[in-house]
């Protein structure tokens, strides 16, 4: 089953797929510099005492993301999150650089 989640919802120890922006103008362009294209793996590492801002892993680096801001970004039904993932995650040069949809 299909779900359209936002990225705030996912708790320290999930990770889910981005399946849209819904962002606009200078944030959705920041998000996509930061690697959340559709299809990127995100994982949830951390958050804050109070919950605001969380701490993902997205394509090897850390960003802390305030609650407001990962509204912005759809992901997939959530799953737990492992390495093993991660390393069976196989992506084309221009994918793992964050260039293009896929």
Same mark, same amino acid.
């Given at each position: 089953?299909?779900?359209?989640? /936002?990225? $705030? +919802? %996912?708790? /320290?120890?999930? @990770?889910?797929? !981005?399946? @849209?922006?819904?962002?606009?103008? $200078?944030?959705?362009?920041?998000?996509?510099?930061?690697?959340?294209? /559709?299809?990127?793996? !995100?994982?949830?590492?951390?958050? $804050?005492?109070?919950?605001?801002? +969380?701490?993902?892993? #997205? +394509?090897?680096? !850390? #960003?802390? %993301?305030?609650?407001?801001?990962?509204?912005? !970004?759809?992901?997939?039904? /959530?799953?737990?999150?492992?390495?093993?993932?991660?390393?069976?995650? $196989?992506?084309?040069? @221009?994918?793992?650089?964050?260039?293009? @949809?896929?």
């Amino acid at each position: 089953m299909y779900q359209n989640n /936002p990225l $705030s +919802r %996912l708790g /320290p120890g999930q @990770a889910a797929r !981005v399946t @849209a922006l819904e962002a606009q103008g $200078s944030m959705r362009r920041r998000l996509q510099d930061l690697g959340l294209t /559709p299809g990127a793996l !995100v994982e949830c590492l951390y958050k $804050s005492p109070l919950g605001d801002p +969380r701490a993902y892993l #997205i +394509r090897g680096a !850390v #960003i802390a %993301l305030r609650q407001k801001d990962a509204e912005g !970004v759809r992901t997939g039904r /959530p799953f737990a999150a492992s390495g093993e993932e991660r390393r069976g995650e $196989s992506l084309t040069p @221009a994918q793992e650089a964050g260039y293009g @949809a896929y």
